[in-house]
């Protein structure tokens, strides 16, 4: 029983000092202002889309109700869709100078389909500051000002304001708020946001907001065009190029509802998840520092470990601070957080099987 009460204390240890620290990040976690002043220059407001016409209407009503933006544009790429797309932006388009349909053709080779589309529209974007929008973003009326506001305000060449997330179902609930939760325990934020270490970024590509002259100078989406999280390796192409940037509080400005339930879920999580760690030992290592912090001590709680009872509830109370900080459901939800690192542990396996034998597809397409 010697090496299980080592690893109960090591989890239980380890539980404490990340939930203290995301804590902490809690605290210093930029926030837009929620009455920020007219955006200077223009700003290019891009959305990359496919079989997205069930999403798009209330993504551009949102776009289209922007205040304190005197100066904008929303270019929208029709990435190939199967569906009517074109159509619902071709009806907005007719009604709103602002907007304009750019027909893609699909990707190149070598370029994944969201990249190739966000490439697009960026080369047809006039703007001094570039807002990257998912279709299935909804944003507040003062959402693009407020970021650009932060942009400015802090010099960062980057701001990523991440959006509450909605979950729904059982599986959403579960997974979806690890999201924000992994971020704000894991990562010092304002190192991260001024660190050139790969390791050190996180971004949301659902509302990213860049110079744009940073982002050119980075080399755009070309210089990431076949990553999976074209988000974070944007990031991580600015950093290398001498910009800054992170994520920052986006629960007042922006709402996504990313997966429709378990089989959508599960289908993002497998296009994607086997690269976030970068390599499959570094997946089991973090797999591993995930089982030891937070399944042993709860495993350890339902044996009468005192010590086990302390990691568990450690694990509870980030997870509810990381939810109450970020719009999430807290209660009872918190209290599941063993069971969410459960299934985002199966999700991991999941998605690197289908690496391995070549299976991933997302949207129609093989990745």
Do not use: I
């Not at 690890?178 to 590509?205: D, F, I, K, M, Y």
């Not at 629960?251 to 990313?258: H, K, N």
């Not at 998840?273 to 937070?294: D, E, I």
């Amino acid at each position: 029983m010697r090496p299980w009460r080592a690893l109960t204390w090591a989890g239980s240890a380890s539980a404490v000092a990340l939930t203290v620290h995301s804590l902490l990040n809690a605290r210093g976690l930029r926030v837009p202002v929620l009455d920020p002043p007219p955006a200077p220059g223009r700003v290019s407001v891009l959305v990359p889309a496919r079989d997205e016409e069930e999403d798009l209407p209330a993504c551009l009503a949102s776009l289209l109700d922007q205040v304190q933006v005197p100066d904008y544009e929303v270019v929208v790429v029709d990435d190939a869709s199967s569906d009517r797309t074109a159509e619902v932006v071709g009806a907005v388009a007719a009604s709103d100078a602002r907007v304009r349909l750019v027909r893609g053709a699909g990707p190149p080779p070598g370029w994944l389909g969201k990249t190739a589309a966000c490439d697009q529209a960026a080369r047809h974007a006039t703007g001094e500051v570039l807002v990257f929008v998912d279709a299935d973003v909804v944003l507040a009326p003062h959402a693009v000002a407020a970021a650009v506001d932060l942009l400015r305000r802090t010099g960062l060449d980057v701001v990523c304001p991440y959006p509450r997330q909605l979950a729904l179902t059982w599986s959403e609930r579960l997974v979806q708020p690890l999201l924000q939760w992994s971020w704000l325990t894991t990562l010092p934020l304002r190192t991260a946001e001024v660190s050139p270490r790969p390791s050190l970024a996180a971004a949301n590509g659902q509302f990213l907001v860049v110079d744009a002259a940073t982002y050119r100078r980075a080399g755009g989406h070309a210089a990431v065009r076949g990553e999976v999280l074209d988000d974070l390796a944007l990031l991580r192409a600015v950093k290398a190029a001498g910009g800054t940037g992170g994520v920052a509080d986006g629960t007042a400005l922006a709402t996504c509802r990313m997966y429709g339930g378990w089989e959508d879920l599960r289908a993002g999580y497998a296009k994607s998840l086997w690269s976030a760690f970068g390599s499959a030992p570094a997946a089991v290592a973090v797999g591993a520092g995930l089982v030891v912090t937070y399944l042993v001590p709860p495993a350890a709680a339902l044996t009468g470990s005192p010590v086990g009872v302390v990691g568990y509830l450690a694990g509870v109370v980030g997870r509810y601070a990381a939810a109450e900080r970020t719009g999430g459901r807290s209660v009872p939800d918190a209290f599941w957080h063993p069971a969410s690192v459960a299934l985002l542990l199966g999700l991991l396996g999941d998605s690197w099987r289908g690496r391995r034998r070549g299976g991933l597809v997302w949207k129609g397409r093989s990745l």
